[in-house]
């Protein structure tokens, strides 16, 4: 594979609600962002992802785009975005947007006018289907098909002026647009050009392995004591998201040169198709967000159902993706974003090993085969929500969840509270913890969710000044990946490979290699280190507990991590 310059890149993702409020409405903005410009500087990343800012009514946090070529104004104006772009470039540092073109708003005036009758010429945007036969639309069990949408309830709404359904995999207000009409690609396309020639830098595709269904919409399995089918057969990866993505990167990036980065994300992609996806020779995107490796602590009842992921499951998964890719595609690398819970909490320890754990956590991440996405907070190891009640939450995901489990399905509040705690979205999208002062120091007003109370100890205006910090560490790591094309470009093989607590590897390239060693659990761990030959003498370059042992005494300290260099 040829060099690209992502591979030895950061990328930061912004959640532009959450992150800075410069005017005192409680909702971050764009001026908030250009206020900490140098604080991402100072990180060292390369890269801003922004997750999406154009008009919507925030149904989902605007995931449901009523415009696609207008800056919300609860986020700024145009003259923001651009002082903000050029801010970015100025220092050296690149944008991209987000691409939610799975499905628009319900309040697009595509699918108002799709809406409006059914011989309108955008009719087919959509997905249109009558009632089931033999039901009239509206009566229990009418919808067109079993499918569940992904924020609860059916996967179909009627439209009572025509009388048909429209199907959303995910909420009401985002009906999903039919890739199969060309005119939709081609407007989606024109959008994607309008924002390249304004200067951005690349796209963050949503959802954007769902693009192409089957095309009769057949029932999906329904799995022992759900309401509704398994559609995913019928969406994931469907016939025709090859050619989609092989057009999208023709019509939009060919002949523009190679300074933009494409990121599709992909909940239930396998290795297999990600190596279609990301290889250079297909030309469709640059890496893939897999979700394997969060979704490990999910049980057979899904995200809601916990059930504990090991270390080994860990690392024979992210290990699988580093091998399944090696040579041809590329990997993202990330454990948090807007929708996952905070990683310290989950995988690691967010009491008395927090920054330990953090570090060790970002360490093992970084330093794999990929590019490294850091969301934001991440880098202060910000860490999961002490939500009281579920008036505490705004996620719809979260509070339809809610409302099914214990309205419908007759669950415990408790439980079903407790499971929101460990899991929701929300965990993630509380203010970004700046100072120890009112709010995080997110907002003069009221913030639109309350900030998370360990702002008094965890915050960035603590942490930068202070080089034990956790935003230290991950400013080490990505310094690190600048330096070393070993880090960037080296080979990858996993060692210790049944090791229960270290998660180690080695990477290579030309004749010089990192030995990664990571105990990622709260005891001492011992090692053989004859499993580590010529590795004995080697010197640590970055360490997260102060000096480190030697590879020779074959033991790590609770949530230690030691990094080793040689040749
Ligand atoms: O998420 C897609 C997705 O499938 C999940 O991560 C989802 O958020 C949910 O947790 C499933 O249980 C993307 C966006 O990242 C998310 O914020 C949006 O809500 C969603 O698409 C719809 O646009």
Redesign the pocket.
Known sequence: MNDKWWQSAVVYQVYPRSFADSDGDGIGDLRGIIQHLDYLKTLGVDVVWL?PIYASPHD??G??ISDYRAIDPLFGTFEDFDELLEGLHARGMKLVMDL?V??TSDEHPWFIESASSTDNPKRDWYWWRPAREGHRPGEQGAEPNNWGS??SGPAWQLDPQTGEYYLH???RK?PDLNWENPEVRAAVYEMMNWWLDRGVDGFRM??IN?ISKVTDLPDGEVPEGGLFGDASPYFVDGPRIHEFLHEMHQRVFTGRGDRYLTVG?M?GVTIAEARRFTDPANAEVDMVFQ?EHVDLDHGPG??WDHRPASVLDLKRNLSSWQEGLAGVGWNSLYWN????PRVVSRFGDDGEHRVASAKALGTVLHLMRGTPYVYQGEELGMTNVPFETIGDFRD??SLNHYAEAVDILGEPAEEVLSALRRTS?DNARTPMQWTAGPNAGFTSGIPWIAANPNAATINADAEVADPDSVFAHYRALIDLRHRSDVVARGDYRLVLADHPQVFAYTRSLDGASLLVLANLTGSPASFDPAELTGWAGAEPVLTNLGAATGVADGVLRPWEAVVFARG
Do not use: C, T, W
């Open positions: 997750s989902d946090n995931y449901d939610v799975n499905h992904f924020f995999l995910f909420s985002q949503d959802v769902f994300e909940p979700f899904g995200k974003n807007h929708d996952q719809i995901e979205r």
